[in-house]
């Protein structure tokens, strides 16, 4: 069993992660950048080191830095949470050269499912179905052109190695095809080092439906069902919920087994997600997958009644799977708000500052995943998020009458919040029904912050 954990992360998802290896009774190691010298991580690991400055790559994303720590502190694993290092192939595999445990996939499956060209390949392989597109990369605006007008209008350009919405352009004809091309090129040449592109068929007002899956170093893979996160702005999701008010029974078991075929093409170990869109008329179509555990993972967690940060801890320490789909429970349902500091009404623009007063909401039915305290100073230079709110009930209906009340209990004060903005959201029609799709929010703002 692992020993002691750096957790190589910071924010809420690093209290997550420190306080299951508390419950494991495994010692934690804490990073932190001169930002973060107050952060509740840094409070609550057994150690902390200072890594660097404040901006990512001289502290979060500074491989040497991190691996360092880890070895004088004696940490003999290291769990990357998400986004910075967390899909990383050379992080993982230099952590296992230096005989530190990578808490996540290996580093050829973080690679190979990186490479979404590939990946797409695979699922060919595998029989999960995809969106017509490109078999691979395509290296000039002149070859989407052609392909675009064999698969017709509107086609989607993705950059091989992107993620969050950068380097993706959609394509609603010929004329804004080079200018499309070589913009999502460029963007993901900055941000991922890598301007390699491909191009599928863009599917209309879809909704976004994604499988949590475990996988063991055994060949046993399940999954814990689906989160719909439809809701999204820029790409960027808002809310999810699982399981998807849009899914039959029937759907459910089609997709999952398809996520498990997915897993099980690459061999694939610890926490992941099959990413699927499903269309108007309920096709789904394998889009991506993520080789680490997601931000919204709370709402798997109370509806399964599964700890998938205990869950990525024991594979990564050589456990099997202590169960199978057939023991899994799917019960009751939950809804999670991502909490941002930014002002809705000024173009979602971030918000930095101190925290001067604060009360989170609880009771029953209510999770809140968060690292500020009253006197926190959000600092400016990392992402917006600053909790997540989870309400659970036996239907939807419950859970969304939980949400509401402890979206009207939370107060945050000092800087400015995305609270009100989310409780105008769920308060729309669209959502009480389970009616909406990817590009909901984006048609409907103006009316969601009441400027109509």
């Known amino acids: 069993m692992i020993s002691k954990v750096l957790v190589a992360n910071r924010g809420e998802i690093a209290v997550r992660i420190i306080r299951a290896c508390r419950e494991m009774n495994i010692e934690t190691v804490a990073i932190y950048s001169t930002a973060d010298k107050d952060s509740l991580h840094v409070k609550l690991a057994d150690e902390a080191v200072c890594i660097g400055k404040p901006l990512p790559r001289d502290s979060y994303l500074n491989i040497e830095s991190i691996i360092t720590a880890a070895v004088l502190t004696g940490a003999d694993a290291i769990h990357p949470g998400f986004g910075f290092l967390s899909e990383n192939a050379k992080f993982a595999r230099i952590c296992r050269e230096c005989n530190i445990k990578f808490i996540g996939p290996t580093p ?31 290296d000039t605006a002149q070859d989407a052109r052609v392909l675009a007008k064999c698969i017709g209008y ?43 592109m491909y191009l599928e068929k863009y599917i209309v007002e879809p909704r976004h439906i994604e499988f949590q899956i475990l996988g063991d170093a055994y060949g046993n893979v399940v999954h814990l069902g689906e989160r719909d996160c439809s809701l999204q702005r820029r790409h960027q999701k808002v809310i999810e919920e699982a399981p998807s008010p849009c899914i039959s029974p029937a759907l459910r078991k089609k997709m999952g087994e398809a996520a498990i075929r997915a897993a ?8 992941g997600t099959i990413e699927f869109i499903l269309d108007k008329d ?17 709402v798997t967690e109370m509806i399964t009644g599964i700890d998938l940060i205990r869950e990525q801890i024991r594979i990564a320490s050589g456990e099997r799977l202590q169960f199978t789909n057939k023991d899994i429970q799917i019960k009751g349902h939950a809804i999670e708000c991502r909490i941002n500091a930014e002002n809705p009404k ?76 989310q409780y105008d959201l769920i308060h729309t029609d669209a959502f009480n029904e389970g009616y909406f799709d990817t590009s909901f929010i984006e048609k409907n703002l103006d009316s969601i912050l009441g400027e109509e």
């Open 264 to 271: 099980k093409a690459v061999k694939y170990e610890n926490a």
């Open 154 to 196: 509107p086609v989607i350009l993705k950059a091989v190695a992107g993620g969050g919405g950068r380097g993706m352009r959609i394509v609603w004809n010929e004329s804004e095809i080079e200018m499309a091309f070589n913009t999502a090129r460029n963007e993901a040449l900055s941000a991922f080092g890598d301007g390699s």
């Open 346 to 421: 000024l173009n979602f623009r971030p918000c930095a500052g101190k925290i001067v007063e604060l009360h989170l909401p609880g009771g029953r039915g209510v999770r809140v995943d968060t690292a500020i305290y009253p006197g926190y100073s959000v600092p400016p230079t990392y992402d917006s998020m600053l909790a997540k709110i989870i309400a659970y009930g036996d239907t939807r209906e419950e859970a969304l009458s939980i949400m509401r009340r402890a979206l009207a209990e939370a107060v945050i004060e000092g800087i400015d919040t995305n609270i009100d903005f």
């Open 108 to 138: 050829e499956m973080i690679e190979l499912m990186g490479d979404k060209a590939r990946a797409r390949q695979m699922m060919i392989e595998a029989d999960v179905p995809v969106v017509p597109g490109s078999e691979g990369t395509i």
């Open 282 to 298: 309920r096709n789904f179509f394998f889009i991506e997958m993520n080789t680490r555990i997601q931000v919204e993972h709370p």
